[in-house]
C-alpha cells in the first residue's frame, strides 16, 4: 500500500515538474523584462535572473495551479531585486526607492503587453534599412560592445550610441502607431474613449534622443555617476518619461539575444521526478557556464586590446620605420620630377575639422553637390536649401540645422549662422559651444538651445533645457552692446536696433530631433498644415490626434467634444501665430466673418451652425457606438504617419500666411496643395450617403469648391498663392443640395483634407 502511495505521490511530483517547466518555457521573456526595467543592466539582470529561478523552483509548491503564473513569478523577482538593492551591488543602485515603485506601476502594464509588442517588433525591424538591422545584429545577437561598433563602422563611439538610439527611436515609434491603430479599431464607448485620450498624452520617447543615448548607456553599464544623476532627474519629470523609458526598455528586451535561461528546446516529458530536476539544474548550471564563457572573453579581449596599444615589437618599429621613409622618399621624388612644382601646401590640406556630418534628411545643398555622412567641416560656408542635416562638432555638440540655412564653423565649439534655424545639445562632457550671428551671439553654458537668423537681421534665441546667454553685438567690432541669461522656456530676440526683446516663442517652432522618415512637411520646400494643427511648426514637431476645440478655440489634449448647434462667431487662435481663428460657418442670422481683420465671406451658405468634433491632426474618426478607426479615401487608410486634417462639417479654419512667411524668412509660398474627400468609412458601415462642399477662400474670397459624396472618389485640389496673400482659409460646409438619409443634415460628413500642404520656393 505503502508503495503505491509512493508511486502516486512521485507521479503527482513529476506532474509539477513539467508543468513548472512548461509555465517558466512560455513566460520566461516576461519574467526577465519586469527585472531589466527595475535593474537597467543587462548583467546584474542576468544575475538577478538566475537568482529568482532558483528561488521559483524551491517555491513552486506555493503556486496555486490555474492562477497567472506571470503574476506569482514577478512578485519573487520584485522581491529579489530589492534584495540586490540592499546587499549586493549597492553602489549601482539606480533609482531611488520611490522612483523605483513608480517605475514598478508602468512595468506592470507594459509587461502584461509585452509579447504583442514583441510581435510588433518583429514586423517594424523590418522596416530598417540593411545597416541598420546589421548594427542591431552585431549589438543584440553578437554581444558587440560600443568600441567593438565603432572599430568595425568606423566611427566614434558617440556616433555609434547616437545610430543606436536613432534606430529604437524608430522602433518605438513604429511599435506605438501600430498599438495606436489597433486601439483605434477595437475600442469604443465613452470610457474606453477616455482611455485612449489618455494614452495619447504620452509623447514619443519623451525626452529625446539624448534621454535614448543615456538608457542604452545605462544598460551598458557605461553610465558616470553624472549620467545616472540626469537620468534619474528625467524619469522624475513626469510618468510620461517614465511610461516612454520603459516602453523604450521593451524594445531592448526584445532585440537582445539573451533568453533568461537556455532551455527553450527543453520540454520534459518524463514522468521521472529525478529525470526531471536532473534537466532542470543541467539547464541552470549551462546557463551559469554560458555567462562564465561570456565574461573570460571579455577578460581575453580586454587584454588583448591593452596588448595591441601597449606591445609594439622591434620589428614593427622597424617595418613602420621603413615604410614612413618609403613615404618620404616617393613624396621627395615626386616633387622632383614635376617641374617648377608648387612647393608650398594647399590650404585644403591645412584645412582644420571642427566638425562631422551624422546625418541627413531631404537635404539639398545650394551648390547642388550632395555630402555623405562623416563629411568634414571645416571654415568653408555652406548653404543648405531644402530639409535638415545633423552634424557633430569635434569637442561633441550635437547640432540639427533646417533648411534653408546658410553657416559656416569658425572653431570646434563655435558656428556662425549667415540665416536659417538651428538646434543645438551640448551634453555635459561636451566643452561648450556658441552661435554667433551678423548682431547677436548666442553661448551655452550646458544646455540645449535654438537660434534662428530672419531676413531682416532679428536673431531669436530659446532655451529648452538648462542656460544660455544672449548678447547683441555691434557688427563693426563685436562688442557686446546688450547682454541677457535665458534659462529653461524662455525666449527672446535681438532686433534690428540691438536691443534684446523677451518674446513668448514656442519652443514646438523648433525641430530638436532629426526626423526619422519621410515628411510630408519639408524646410525650404513645403509646409505640412495639418502638423500646425496640431500644435507644430509644420515640419513634424505637432501631436497626432490632437485638434482644436470649435467652442473655444483652444488646444484639445484628446478629449472628445461635439456638439449639435453653435454661433457663428469668429474665434481668434492665440496660442499658434500661424492659425488666424475658427468658426463654425453659417450665414444664417448674420454675415460670416473669416478672419481676425474683419474680412468677411460673402456668400458662406446658410448651415444652422450644426458641427461635431474638432479640428484634428489625424483622420480619427470620433463617435460614440461606432468603433474608433482611421478614415479612408481612394482606398488609401490615413494613419498616424499620413498628413491629414479632420474637418467634419460644418468648420473653418484660417492659416495667417504671413505670420508663417515671418518664422521662414527664407522662402516664397506658391501653392496650397490637398486631397479631399470624405471616408469610404461612411458606406462600409451605414452604406448611405453623406454629402458637402470643400471650400478654399483666400482672403476672404472663395477660389475652389467641391461638392462631393461618400461614394465620390476624394479629389486633388491646387489653389495658387503670391506674396500678397494673407490668409487662407480651409471650411467644410454641408451642401444645401445634399440629399441625405441621415438624422440632422451634418450627420455623417466625416471629411478629409488630406496631405494639405503649402509649397515652398527658396528665394
Not at 556630418?357 to 551648390?367: E, H, K, M, S, Y
Not at 560656408?381 to 552634424?391: A, F, K, N, R, W
Not at 541669461?485 to 527672446?492: D, H, Q, R, V, Y
Request: with cysteine; proline share 2%; glycine share 6%.
Amino acid at each position: 500500500m505503502s508503495d503505491i502511495n509512493n508511486n502516486n505521490e512521485s507521479g503527482s511530483q513529476s506532474v509539477r515538474y513539467d508543468e513548472f517547466l512548461k509555465l517558466f518555457v512560455s513566460n520566461q521573456k516576461r519574467i526577465y523584462s519586469f527585472i531589466v526595467m527595475l535593474v537597467p543592466n543587462f548583467t546584474d539582470a542576468d544575475d538577478i535572473m538566475q537568482d529568482t529561478v532558483e528561488v521559483m523552483w524551491r517555491k513552486f509548491a506555493d503556486y496555486e495551479s490555474g492562477t497567472s503564473f506571470v503574476a506569482w513569478a514577478v512578485k519573487i523577482a520584485r522581491y529579489r531585486v530589492m534584495n540586490y538593492r540592499r546587499t549586493k551591488q549597492r553602489a549601482k543602485v539606480l533609482y531611488t526607492d520611490s522612483l523605483l515603485e513608480a517605475i514598478v506601476d508602468e512595468a506592470v502594464t507594459i509587461n502584461d503587453e509585452l509579447q504583442d509588442r514583441l510581435g510588433l517588433l518583429r514586423d517594424c525591424r523590418e522596416q530598417l534599412s540593411d545597416r541598420d538591422n546589421e548594427l542591431l545584429k552585431l549589438r543584440y545577437e553578437k554581444s558587440k560592445s560600443t568600441r567593438d561598433l565603432s572599430d568595425i563602422f568606423n566611427r566614434n563611439m558617440r556616433g555609434v550610441n547616437r545610430d543606436l538610439a536613432k534606430i529604437h527611436a524608430i522602433l518605438e515609434k513604429c511599435v506605438r502607431n501600430k498599438i495606436i491603430e489597433r486601439k483605434h479599431h477595437f475600442l469604443h464607448g465613452t470610457d474606453d474613449n477616455a482611455a485612449l485620450a489618455e494614452y495619447h498624452k504620452i509623447g514619443l520617447l519623451e525626452g529625446g534622443l539624448e534621454f535614448a543615448q543615456q538608457i542604452l548607456m545605462v544598460l551598458d553599464g557605461q553610465a558616470d555617476p553624472q549620467m545616472i544623476k540626469a537620468f534619474n532627474q528625467t524619469l522624475q519629470r513626469g510618468s510620461q518619461y517614465r511610461r516612454s523609458y520603459v516602453e523604450f526598455l521593451t524594445i531592448c528586451i526584445g532585440l537582445n539575444s539573451y533568453d533568461a535561461l537556455s532551455i527553450d528546446s527543453v520540454l520534459v516529458a518524463s514522468s521521472d521526478e529525478s529525470q526531471a530536476c536532473d534537466v532542470f539544474l543541467e539547464a541552470i548550471e549551462h546557463d551559469q557556464q554560458r555567462l562564465d564563457k561570456n565574461q573570460e572573453e571579455e577578460k581575453k579581449r580586454q587584454i588583448f586590446n591593452a596588448g595591441q596599444r601597449k606591445s609594439i615589437s622591434l620589428g614593427d618599429l622597424i617595418r613602420i620605420a621603413g615604410a614612413i621613409a618609403a613615404l618620404v622618399v616617393a613624396g621627395l621624388m615626386l616633387n622632383f620630377v614635376e617641374d617648377k612644382a608648387d612647393e608650398k601646401v594647399t590650404s585644403a590640406q591645412l584645412r582644420p575639422v571642427y566638425a562631422y556630418l551624422a546625418a541627413t534628411n531631404n537635404a539639398r545643398w545650394a551648390n547642388g553637390k550632395i555630402y555623405l555622412d562623416d563629411y568634414h567641416f571645416g571654415s568653408q560656408t555652406m548653404i543648405l536649401s531644402e530639409g535638415y542635416v545633423e552634424i557633430e562638432s569635434v569637442d561633441g555638440a550635437e547640432i540639427v540645422i533646417q533648411g534653408p540655412s546658410e553657416f559656416k564653423f569658425e572653431s570646434e565649439s563655435q558656428i556662425y549662422l549667415a540665416s536659417g534655424t538651428l538646434t543645438a545639445n551640448v551634453p555635459p562632457d561636451a566643452t561648450g559651444f556658441a552661435v554667433r550671428a551678423d548682431n547677436a551671439l548666442v553661448v551655452d553654458y550646458g544646455t540645449e538651445f535654438g537660434v534662428a537668423v530672419m531676413d531682416d537681421g532679428r536673431v531669436n534665441a530659446s532655451v529648452f533645457k538648462g542656460k544660455i546667454s544672449l548678447q547683441s553685438i555691434a557688427r563693426l567690432n563685436n562688442v557686446a552692446v546688450n547682454k541677457m541669461f535665458l534659462t529653461e522656456g524662455e525666449s527672446a530676440t535681438v532686433n534690428q536696433q540691438g536691443s534684446i526683446v523677451e518674446q513668448d516663442r514656442s519652443a514646438v517652432y523648433y525641430r530638436r530631433i532629426m526626423p526619422t522618415d519621410q515628411a510630408l512637411g519639408v524646410p525650404g520646400k513645403s509646409l505640412n498644415l495639418a502638423d500646425i494643427v496640431g500644435g507644430g511648426n509644420g515640419y513634424g514637431t505637432g501631436y497626432y490626434c490632437y485638434g482644436i476645440n470649435p467652442r473655444n478655440g483652444e488646444f484639445n489634449e484628446g478629449n472628445l467634444v461635439y456638439f449639435d448647434e453653435l454661433d457663428n462667431k469668429y474665434i481668434q487662435v492665440g496660442w499658434h501665430s500661424y492659425i488666424d481663428g475658427i468658426c463654425v460657418p453659417d450665414s444664417s442670422q448674420s454675415r460670416q466673418q473669416i478672419s481676425s481683420t474683419g474680412l468677411i465671406w460673402d456668400d458662406c451658405p446658410k448651415t444652422g451652425g450644426q458641427t461635431w468634433g474638432r479640428f484634428l491632426n489625424g483622420a480619427w474618426h470620433e463617435s460614440i457606438g461606432v468603433q474608433w478607426h482611421n478614415l479612408k479615401l481612394n482606398n488609401k487608410t490615413y494613419g498616424p504617419d499620413d498628413a491629414s486634417i479632420g474637418m467634419h462639417s460644418n468648420k473653418a479654419i484660417t492659416f495667417d500666411l504671413w505670420a508663417i512667411r515671418k518664422e521662414n524668412p527664407h522662402v516664397n509660398i506658391t501653392e496650397f496643395v490637398s486631397i479631399c474627400g470624405i471616408s469610404q468609412s461612411v458606406m462600409e458601415i451605414w452604406n448611405n450617403e453623406s454629402q458637402v462642399d470643400f471650400v478654399v477662400l483666400v482672403d476672404g474670397k472663395r477660389k475652389l469648391t467641391r461638392t462631393l459624396r461618400a461614394s465620390d472618389q476624394a479629389e486633388r485640389i491646387q489653389v495658387e498663392l503670391n506674396v500678397k496673400d494673407r490668409f487662407l482659409t480651409l471650411a467644410v460646409t454641408d451642401s444645401p443640395m445634399a440629399n441625405e438619409t441621415t438624422s440632422g443634415a451634418y450627420g455623417r460628413d466625416w471629411a478629409l483634407f488630406a496631405e494639405p500642404y503649402l509649397k515652398l520656393q527658396a528665394k
